[in-house]
């Protein structure tokens, strides 16, 4: 018995000298201030080499055959628990539901103003007690449905204009919201009560009154995800820094990653030119932002998608990874762009080579070590 117990002794301690040498790997700082915790990452992820591969696994949507299958504009998928697949056309407006295998299941809703009918469907999301959220931008309302596809309830937005809208377990609500006045033009995040009146604005991002004489790519902007415990995740792609904040406004975790000015090459500006009129006026700063946004995994975990140039011609862009605590762990390689994440999963809309648009689930395969 005695022998027993000091083999177990033995063993936790290793466990622990293991923990502490794998944590002293990480070359970046944390501390508190004001209230704020500050994370501040090297240049190096904590793991150098990554295995990460994703796997079709399904497809949906067809250029010919049946209707049900066909996509006009996906604006929006979302994902319930069952593996049942949601898709939002803004121009086709009705929401068709597919089960896990890809089988057309229902449509939801219809084109109109009347209750429980949709102008224009500009996203989706099923909440912690199962019901879908269409945001309907043409109408300025939000329409609740259960997942059968049974009209719950509506709430008519009469102050702001819904780009995107996101409901927490908590029942917080927030939405992205442009504004004009005569004098200022700006975007904001604002939270909302039942009633969808603006409670509090989060962020204010300003805009340019009047488009500038030449057209300006590659300039930084905002982004922003609603956190599944209803923090806010944000970040300005003028500087390397992600914040987290409280669905009441205050700033909670900031997250920054030292990194290299990315320069705007030859390519990209050509790209550029050949997707605006030859008459347009075309200004390009020297370099690329620190980022141009961030999406979350079904774990809790941010991907960066940055500017940084690829080691193989086949990858679209790299994504810097940070685990929960907000550490700078991987990098990995990028061809699409994640709509929905869960259960080890992720879903995409894409195009086809005719342009098409269809949606994509993917397996996710991926190791890290050193």
Known sequence: MRRFILV?????????????????DWKGTIKE????????????????????????????????????????HLSSIAVDDEGNIYSADDKEIAIKVFD???????????????????????HLQITAENELVVTDGRNRKILFFSLKGEHLR?????????????????????????????????????????????????????????????YQPFLPFFSFKVMADGHLLYGDSKNYEL?????????????????DLVPIKEADKELIRRNVPKE?????????????????????????????????????YMCDVFDLEGKFTAQIPLN?????????KVY????????FHQIKRYKVIWDLYN
């Not at 177990?8 to 002293?24: D, E, M, N, P």
């Not at 699409?336 to 080890?344: N, R």
């Open 336 to 344: 699409i762009d994640p709509q929905v994440w869960k259960d080890g």
């Open 100 to 122: 896990k295998n890809g089988n057309f299941i229902r449509t939801i809703s219809r084109e109109g103003r009347g209750p429980g009918e949709i102008g224009r469907s500009y």
């Open 243 to 259: 914040q987290i904040i409280s669905p009441e406004g205050h700033i909670l975790k900031k997250i920054s990653r030292e990194y």
């Open 154 to 214: 509506s709430k008519k937005l009469k102050t702001v204009f819904p780009l995107e809208f996101y409901t927490d377990s908590m029942k917080n609500y927030f939405v992205l919201n442009p504004v004009r006045t005569p004098t200022e033009r700006w975007f904001e995040i604002d939270r909302l009560d039942e009633d969808m009146n603006i409670v509090s604005t989060l962020i204010k991002y300003p805009m340019p009154l009047t488009p500038p004489e030449a």
């Open 8 to 24: 177990a002794l033995i063993l936790v301690l290793l466990g622990a000298c293991s923990h502490s040498q794998k944590s002293t």
């Open 280 to 316: 347009q006026k075309v200004e390009f700063p020297s370099h690329h932002a620190a980022f141009y946004g961030f999406f979350l995994d079904d774990a809790g975990r941010i991907y960066v998608k940055t500017w940084q140039e690829p080691t193989d011609d086949k990858v679209r």
């Open 348 to 355: 995409t809309i894409e195009e086809d080579e005719e342009g």
């Open 33 to 72: 201030v004001g209230g704020i915790i500050i994370i501040k990452n090297p240049k190096a992820p904590l793991y150098k080499k990554t295995n990460f591969k994703l796997e079709v696994d399904l497809k949906i949507g067809e250029a010919e055959g049946q209707e049900e299958y066909m996509f006009s």
